[in-house]
């Protein structure tokens, strides 16, 4: 069931800020017959149930990675007729004038099933920092990681009852938004002034130089 429910939760997510969706389940090779076969043991069929009830507009199994663009037809198909009968209008799951602790609960139980958000003491602080200089009425980015819907990788499918703990919390207010640092998620460090490639070339004996 973890697979339907997963689906179903994202689904769900989708809809509530007004996009019409569809599900898609890649296949990146191997026994085509043995690939089905562990699908429908990890729940593809209600997968696709819960999918249906959740109001995508449809499911496809995309095999691009091995096939090449006939994998894809089937999914270029439904987005296609998806586009052409939906008509919405995405808007956000909460008021932008709302607090940035009122946008991140709203984020974390309505979405990813938590049933609170804890605050650091350093979330805390930002927060009033950012609130106090008028850049609370900015949207959520929320920085978490992609191996659960939770804050957790550990924990798989739809999880729900826990809590969502925010550690940091910074502010693009340049691009316009907030984003919280939930778990031990980390960013991206800035990359050098200097880029690796400038030191990298082919000598006269054809070998490649300066990966290293």
């Known amino acids: 069931m973890r697979i339907g429910k ?28 043995a690939t089905a076969e562990g699908f429908e ?24 990675f091995a096939d090449g663009g006939q994998g894809g037809l089937e999914l270029a198909r439904m987005v296609i007729a998806a586009a052409e009968t939906g008509h919405t209008s995405p808007a956000f799951l909460y008021a932008l004038d709302a607090s940035i602790k009122q946008k991140i609960h709203a984020i974390a139980t309505e979405i ?5 958000v804890s605050f650091s003491e350093q979330a805390e602080q930002q927060i009033g920092v950012y609130e106090a200089k008028g850049f609370g009425n900015l949207p959520i980015c929320m920085a978490k990681t992609h191996l659960s819907l939770s804050h957790d990788p550990a924990l798989k499918g739809a999880p729900s009852g826990y809590t969502f703990p925010i550690r940091e919390v910074r502010a693009s207010v340049g691009a316009g938004f907030i984003y919280p640092l939930a778990g031990t998620m980390v960013t991206m460090p800035g990359l050098g002034t200097t880029p690796a490639a400038q030191s990298i070339d082919i000598d006269a004996d054809g070998n490649t130089v300066g990966l290293f």
């Open 112 to 116: 990813y099933g938590a049933a609170d």
């Open 41 to 64: 043991k990890m729940g593809l069929r209600r997968g696709r149930r819960h999918a249906m009830a959740a109001g995508a507009a449809d499911m496809a199994v995309s095999t691009v």
């Open 6 to 33: 997963t689906a179903t939760r994202v689904l769900v997510g989708g809809l509530f800020i007004g996009h019409s969706t569809q599900k898609l389940f890649g296949w990146f090779g191997g026994d085509p017959a």
